[in-house]
Nanobody, 123 residues
Framework: QVRLVESGGGLVQAGGSLRLSCVASGRTFSRNAMGWFRQAPGKEREFVAS????????YYGDLVKGRFTISRDNAKNTVYLQMNSLKPEDTAIYYCAAHIRGDHYYASSYTDWGQGTQVTVSS
């Protein structure tokens, strides 16, 4: 099992930036990648980005490409999500997750989830 703890959420104006962090502990070696998802009220959980622990290959959802950047620090077992040019529609709870197998874009490919951190973008 992998324990994930997110931080860095908050309230920001449109056009602003935030950086989320996710610290992983436990059996992190058994997971090959980390991802970020988000869920807004009344909507389904949506893929944001993911990154491989080894090699650093990244994947992004269409709505965040060019604005968000995912990165990792293997020594700290930490994954980051740098969010720039934020829009009100980015408002959601952001979840960190550990990928085990399958398509990175599907939540079912992830086995461990953090508690989430709220991001609110005001217009």
């Amino acid at each position: 099992q992998v324990r994930l703890v997110e931080s860095g959420g908050g309230l920001v104006q449109a056009g602003g930036s935030l950086r989320l962090s996710c610290v992983a502990s436990g059996r992190t070696f058994s997971r090959n990648a980390m991802g970020w998802f988000r869920q807004a009220p009344g909507k389904e959980r949506e893929f944001v980005a993911s990154i491989m622990w080894s090699g650093g290959m990244t994947y992004y959802g269409d709505l965040v490409k060019g604005r968000f950047t995912i990165s990792r620090d293997n020594a700290k077992n930490t994954v980051y999500l740098q969010m720039n040019s934020l829009k009100p529609e980015d408002t959601a709870i952001y979840y960190c997750a550990a990928h085990i197998r399958g398509d990175h874009y599907y939540a079912s490919s992830y086995t461990d989830w953090g508690q989430g951190t709220q991001v609110t973008v005001s217009s």
